[in-house]
């Protein structure tokens, strides 16, 4: 099976990619995107447009009328159709899944796959099962955010065990570092706090190149 790897991208332009692609300082991005094929979804769905709703619809390739996911923290038992990475696996192919909308509970990934699910699973299971510390980390600043920055810090306990587990998971000291400096760039200019929910995903790009 040829491998795949499929970026999702929500509520970004084009042109904001375009834009960053043709600066010279990101030449991996303008590398990437050079060699892949790139994709606008274009929402079938009925009623309100939501994230929520639509990825479900091209991950499973119907609309919500027909997917019937409507609501977050929705019984995923209550979902229809196949999505396409269990599809995947039912074609004999291993999956890396890694924080795709309604991708919880995570399922068998096959032989050195991971299963990651999405910022508002209902636990933190992940696979391999040393990721579950990070998510749980990750879905407790999610619950703690949930609207607006809260510009705290975890506790000295909770701070140090989540390092240890992103360091474990594959995080590396250079981005530790950088979210060390966003911190303390904060307590210099209290506004900076807005750009920390960034982190949450430079963190994670450091696990998903682990695995």
């Known amino acids: 099976m040829t491998p ?4 999702e991208i929500n509520e970004v332009p084009w042109r904001l990619l375009d834009r960053y692609a043709g ?3 990101f030449p991996r991005l303008r ?3 050079a060699g892949a094929h790139q994709f606008t979804t274009v929402a079938v769905d009925t009623g309100e447009l939501s994230p929520w709703v639509t990825w479900p619809t091209m991950h499973r ?3 919500n009328e027909a997917h019937g996911i409507k609501n977050l923290g929705q019984d995923p038992t209550t979902f229809r159709g196949v999505p396409v990475w269990e599809e995947i696996r039912r074609r004999g192919g291993r999956i890396g899944v890694f924080g795709s909308l309604q991708s919880w509970p995570p399922t068998d990934p096959g032989p ?5 699910p999405d910022t508002f699973a209902h636990d933190a299971r992940c696979i391999p099962e040393s990721l579950t510390a990070v998510q749980a980390f990750n879905l407790a600043q999610v619950r703690r955010n949930p609207r607006v920055v809260d510009a705290s810090v975890p506790r000295v306990t909770e701070a140090a065990s989540a390092l240890r587990a992103m360091r474990r998971a594959g995080v590396r000291w250079r981005t530790l570092g950088r979210v060390a400096a966003q911190v303390a760039s904060e307590r210099l200019d209290p506004a900076r706090a ?3 929910p960034i982190f949450q995903t430079i963190l994670f790009w450091d696990i998903f190149r682990a695995h």
């Open 4 to 7: 795949i790897l499929l970026l």
């Open 23 to 25: 600066d010279d300082a």
């Open 31 to 33: 590398e990437f995107l």
């Open 61 to 63: 390739g119907i609309n």
């Open 112 to 116: 050195g796959g991971f299963f990651v």
């Open 194 to 196: 807005a750009r920390r």
